[in-house]
């Protein structure tokens, strides 16, 4: 009988659903305290997971759910940056 592959789950801070990890992207506040869109999943550094939605970023800034989960303010550049990736 073969093993069964655990996929890890991450929730998303603008809709709050759990989804899998590689379908949401991660938004990183590094430890030199820079908040960047981390699109390898990799980077040190806490981390926010949201999905790859308009609708869900919306969401996440407007109850300042980003903000509470990276423990600081996102800036107005990190929010353009998430949109772009976003629209691609």
């Known amino acids: ?5 655990k996929i ?3 929730m998303c801070v603008g809709c709050q659903e ?7 992207v991660r938004v990183v ?4 305290e820079k908040i960047e869109v981390d699109l390898t999943g990799k980077r040190s550094g806490r ?3 949201i999905c790859p939605d ?3 970023l ?7 759910r980003l903000d509470r989960a990276l423990q600081r303010p996102v800036g107005q550049d990190v929010v353009d940056a998430l ?4 629209v691609k």
């Open 8 to 10: 890890p789950l991450r």
């Open 58 to 64: 919306t969401k996440a800034i407007k109850g300042k």
């Open 1 to 5: 009988m073969p093993k069964v592959k």
């Open 29 to 32: 506040r590094t430890p030199d």
């Open 18 to 24: 759990m989804k899998p990890k590689k379908q949401l």
């Open 54 to 56: 308009l609708e869900c």
């Open 83 to 86: 949109r772009q990736k976003l």
């Open 47 to 49: 981390g926010a997971y």
